[in-house]
Nanobody, 120 residues
């Protein structure tokens, strides 16, 4: 199993920056993909950014050039550096990890979410 804990959310003014952290524990060696999703009130939960075990990154068009996803050397923590924040970025941000086991089974684990509010 994998446990996921998010942190770093808060209130920031438009144009400001914020860094979210996603710390994983347990069977960390089996994680192959990390991702950040967000959900605003009345909206779907959408992918913001993702990074694979090999370092390949993916971003939603709405955040390209402003957000950066990265991973520490120990492969236990993933970050989402958010810059030039806009009010429309306000949402609950969720971290998810994808685990691949030796028997070829795959599991997804989610964090509890962290609130990001951008004031105009």
């Amino acid at each position: 199993q994998v446990q996921v804990v998010e942190s770093g959310g808060g209130l920031v003014q438009a144009g400001g920056s914020l860094r979210l952290s996603c710390a994983a524990s347990g069977m960390v060696h089996s994680i192959r993909t990390w991702g950040w999703y967000r959900q605003a009130p009345g909206k779907q939960r959408d992918l913001v950014a993702a990074i694979t075990d090999g370092g390949t990154t993916t971003y939603a068009d709405s955040v390209k050039g402003r957000f950066t996803i990265s991973r520490d050397n120990a492969k236990t923590t993933v970050y989402l550096q958010m810059t030039s924040l806009k009010p429309e970025d306000s949402a609950v941000y969720y971290c998810t990890v994808r685990q691949h086991l030796s028997d070829n089974t795959v599991y997804n684990y989610w964090g509890q979410g962290t609130q990001v509010t951008v004031s105009s």
